[in-house]
């Protein structure tokens, strides 16, 4: 009887605990461009770009969270941190080199950023803008994902979902550069 109360109650306690507990944690990605996606990006002809990349304050820390059983796990993310490089391995891909003085010109810009801690949802916008031949063009992408329910999964997805962007910028370039 006195075994049986003091597992009740450990039990008690323990399922108390559990139930109001949450955690924080910073999702890395990955920040790089897989091998098999490197090879798909096709150099130009062009020397050199003036390149720059404007991140957005909203993508410094974007939230969002998962119920397991009792405990509430809050995610967080930095898209800025997330896309900067990848942006920057494609942009070292497709041309020679950059440097500030070319006339040719990419601006990258995240233009919105929401990211919905409630339902565990990101909506992300970014404008590409290129001057090439003194001639101004700009295309805006905008993707949205659920965030993956399994934490192991979620760098990955994450990943995948920055890829599209990367992709998109990709054959935006090929098009402003005469890329074959």
Same mark, same amino acid.
Request: glycine share 2%; with cysteine.
């Given at each position: 009887?006195?075994?049986?109360?003091m597992?009740?109650?450990?039990?008690s306690i323990?399922?108390?605990l559990?139930?109001?507990?949450?955690?924080t944690?910073?999702?890395?990605?990955?920040?790089?461009? #897989? =091998? !098999?996606?490197?090879q798909?990006?096709?150099?130009?002809?062009?020397?050199? +770009? %003036?390149?720059?990349?404007?991140p /957005?304050? #909203? =993508? !410094?820390l974007c939230?969002?969270?998962h119920?397991?059983?009792?405990?509430? +796990? %809050?995610n967080e993310?930095?898209? /800025?941190?997330?896309?900067?490089?990848?942006l920057?391995?494609l942009?070292q891909?497709k041309?020679?080199?950059t440097?500030?003085?070319?006339? /040719?010109?990419?601006?990258?810009?995240i233009?919105?950023?929401?990211?919905?801690?409630?339902?565990?949802?990101?909506?992300?916008?970014?404008?590409t803008?290129?001057?090439?031949?003194?001639?101004?063009?700009?295309?805006q992408?905008?993707?949205?994902m659920?965030?993956?329910?399994?934490?192991s999964?979620?760098?990955?997805?994450?990943?995948?979902?920055?890829?599209?962007?990367?992709?998109?910028?990709?054959?935006f370039?090929?098009n402003?550069?005469?890329?074959?």
């Open positions: 009887m006195k075994n049986s109360l597992k009740f109650i450990c039990i323990l399922s108390f559990l139930s109001s507990c949450s955690t944690r910073q999702i890395t990605i990955p920040s790089t461009i #897989k =091998a !098999d996606m490197q798909l990006i096709k150099s130009t002809k062009v020397d050199a +770009v %003036n390149y720059s990349f404007h /957005n304050s #909203k =993508a !410094d939230k969002y969270q119920t397991y059983g009792g405990l509430t +796990v %809050n993310i930095n898209i /800025n941190k997330a896309l900067e490089p990848l920057a391995e942009i891909s041309f020679a080199k440097e500030r003085a070319s006339q /040719n010109i990419i601006d990258v810009k233009v919105d950023v929401n990211s919905d801690e409630s339902n565990a949802t990101l909506l992300l916008v970014l404008e803008t290129v001057t090439h031949k003194n001639i101004k063009n700009s295309k992408l905008s993707y949205s659920s965030y993956p329910y399994n934490s999964d979620q760098p990955a997805a994450i990943h995948s979902f920055l890829m599209k962007f990367i992709i998109g910028i990709d054959k370039l090929d402003e550069f005469d890329v074959q």
